[in-house]
T-cell receptor, first 117, second 113 residues
Framework: AQTVTQSQPEMSVQEAETVTLSCTYDTSENNYYLFWYKQPPSRQMILVIRQEAYKQQNATENRFSVNFQKAAKSFSLKISDSQLGDTAMYFC??????????????FGKGTKLSVIP | KAGVTQTPRYLIKTRGQQVTLSCSPI?????VSWYQQTPGQGLQFLFEYFSETQRNKGNFPGRFSGRQFSNSRSEMNVSTLELGDSALYLCASSLSGVPYGYTFGSGTRLTVV
C-alpha cells in the first residue's frame, strides 16, 4: 500500500513571497504519478501540478514548480510570488500508473496555506 | 465545457436513513471516482467506475455502494446512515481513468444527525 505524508499542517506566507510545501511518499512501485491539488473554501479540488515518476525533469506550471526526488521519495511544491488567491488547503497525492489499484488516488492529510497581505 | 456536477450540494439526513448522491462527469469522460473527505481521516477512496463497471473499491463497509449509468453519470448510495458518515463526498471524472486527467466536482456535504 502507498502512503503520502505532509508534515506541515499549516503554513503562512507574505504576499509576493515564495513558500515550499513538503510531501513524502512511500511505495514499492516504479511507475506512478504525483499530484498537488488545491482545495479553496469552494471545496472543489483543483489540479495544480502533475509529475510523472519516469520523468527526471521537475514539472512547472507558471508560479508553481516541484522538486521531485525519486530516490528520496520526496515531492515538494514551490509557490513563487504568492497571491491572496493561493490561500487554500493543498494536498499531495499519489497514483499507480498501471495494475491493480491504479485507479485510486492516495492523498496526504493536507497543508493549510494562508497568504498574508 | 461544463465541469463535474454533483447534486445535491448539501444534505441533512437522520441516522438509520439512506441517501443517494449524484455525479455528472464532464462530457466524454467515462471514468468516475468517489472520495470521502473528513477532518479525521482525510480523503479516502470509495470506488471507481468505468463504462458501468466497478474497477476498484476502497476499504468501506458494504453500506456504501455505487453504480454508473450508460451516460456515465454515477450515483453512490449509503444505507443505514451512521453519524460517522457525515463528510464531504467528492466525485472525480476522467477520460479513461488514466492518471493524468482527474477533474473534481465541488462535492456534496452530508450531515447525519
Amino acid at each position: 500500500a502507498q502512503t503520502v505524508t505532509q508534515s506541515q499542517p499549516e503554513m503562512s506566507v507574505q504576499e509576493a513571497e515564495t513558500v515550499t510545501l513538503s510531501c513524502t511518499y512511500d511505495t514499492s512501485e516504479n511507475n506512478y504519478y504525483l499530484f498537488w491539488y488545491k482545495q479553496p473554501p469552494s471545496r472543489q479540488m483543483i489540479l495544480v501540478i502533475r509529475q510523472e515518476a519516469y520523468k527526471q525533469q521537475n514539472a512547472t506550471e507558471n508560479r508553481f514548480s516541484v522538486n521531485f526526488q525519486k530516490a528520496a521519495k520526496s515531492f515538494s511544491l514551490k509557490i513563487s510570488d504568492s497571491q491572496l488567491g493561493d490561500t487554500a488547503m493543498y494536498f499531495c497525492a499519489f497514483i499507480k500508473a498501471s495494475g491493480a489499484g491504479s485507479y485510486q488516488l492516495t492523498f496526504g492529510k493536507g497543508t493549510k496555506l494562508s497568504v498574508i497581505p | 465545457k461544463a465541469g463535474v456536477t454533483q447534486t445535491p450540494r448539501y444534505l441533512i439526513k437522520t441516522r438509520g436513513q439512506q441517501v443517494t448522491l449524484s455525479c455528472s462527469p464532464i462530457s466524454g469522460h467515462r471514468s468516475v471516482s468517489w472520495y470521502q473527505q473528513t477532518p479525521g481521516q482525510g480523503l479516502q477512496f470509495l470506488f471507481e467506475y468505468f463504462s458501468e463497471t466497478q474497477r476498484n473499491k476502497g476499504n468501506f463497509p458494504g453500506r456504501f455502494s455505487g453504480r454508473q449509468f450508460s451516460n456515465s453519470r454515477s450515483e453512490m448510495n449509503v444505507s443505514t446512515l451512521e453519524l460517522g458518515d457525515s463528510a464531504l463526498y467528492l466525485c472525480a471524472s476522467s477520460l479513461s481513468g488514466v492518471p493524468y486527467g482527474y477533474t473534481f466536482g465541488s462535492g456534496t456535504r452530508l450531515t447525519v444527525v
